[in-house]
């Protein structure tokens, strides 16, 4: 059974978006088709408590249906794959970087290149596995040899990621590197200044309601390749992650 009156709060949210082509509480694009079609998607607003099988469905809809033949910004002229995301769609931690690289592009998932096998061992050092974990970009497209990501272009991206984030609600995001700590935290400070301490990001949840999720940004795996006498700030900022989510932290 789903649920009126949430049922009934999305529909006016839509109601107002086709009037006045903006959505004051932004929904996820999603949620448009369990409420347009009330057969689909059972579950989905049936409980407040979104199944692990309906977050799945959402992420995939999402990159089914809006990501993949995306053209909101310059970036889909030169990608090969566009790159959603990978991982645990009920993941209580979310790595975050700012877009796909060269073997990103290819294989259309994240963080499969040198950077992502470094991420990989980050991971395992929490006692981990990737796949506990959900790891996507900013950006879904790759920027032309590896640039950040142009303003434009993030504002044109970041509603999927916005999604994503809503979906998932995962207890804790890392921001991987300067640009996605920047984007997320909405600041112009520097990554060595905002890492080693938890941030709060703002954001409004699927029920309407005005929640926060602790960021902790670091470094980008890609810059401790290049810089590894770094790594130690970044394990730092990670064990700092585990003992919030109450992992066993390693022996001394
Ligand atoms: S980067 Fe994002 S907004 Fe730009 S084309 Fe790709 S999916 Fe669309």
């Given at each position: 059974m789903q649920s009126k009156p949430q049922t009934q709060r999305v529909k006016r949210l839509l109601q107002a978006d086709r009037l006045f082509?903006?959505?004051?509480v932004p929904v996820p694009s999603v949620l448009r088709e369990v409420v347009d079609d009330?057969?689909?998607?059972?579950?989905?607003?049936?409980?407040?408590t979104v199944s692990v099988d309906s977050k799945r469905t959402q992420l995939d809809v999402l990159d089914r249906e809006q990501?993949?033949?995306?053209?909101?910004?310059?970036?889909?002229?030169?990608?090969?794959n566009t790159v959603f995301g990978d991982g645990?769609?009920?993941?209580r931690l979310m790595f975050i970087g700012e877009g796909p690289g060269f073997d990103e592009d290819r294989q259309?998932?994240?963080?499969?290149?040198r950077a992502g096998q470094l991420l990989n061992k980050m991971i395992a050092a929490m006692g981990?596995?990737?796949?506990d974990t959900y790891i996507c970009n900013i950006v879904k497209c790759r920027p032309p040899n590896n640039r950040d990501p142009a303003a434009d272009e993030v504002i044109a991206c970041t509603p999927y990621l916005h999604d994503q984030i809503r979906i998932i609600e995962p207890d804790v995001i890392v921001a991987l590197g300067a640009p996605a700590s920047k984007m997320l935290l909405d600041t112009q400070t520097g990554i060595g200044r905002l890492r080693g301490r938890f941030h709060d990001y703002h954001y409004t949840n699927l029920s309407d309601e005005a929640v926060s999720i602790s960021l902790m940004p670091t470094y980008h795996p890609a810059y401790l390749l290049r810089s590894p006498s770094e790594k130690k700030k970044a394990w730092d900022d990670l064990q700092m992650v585990m003992k919030l989510l109450g992992l066993p932290m390693p022996k001394r």
């Open positions: 082509g903006i959505t004051s009330g057969a689909k998607g059972a579950g989905v607003l049936s409980t407040g990501v993949r033949g995306c053209e909101k910004c310059r970036l889909c002229e030169k990608r090969t645990d769609a009920n993941a259309g998932v994240p963080f499969v290149g981990l596995k990737r796949e």
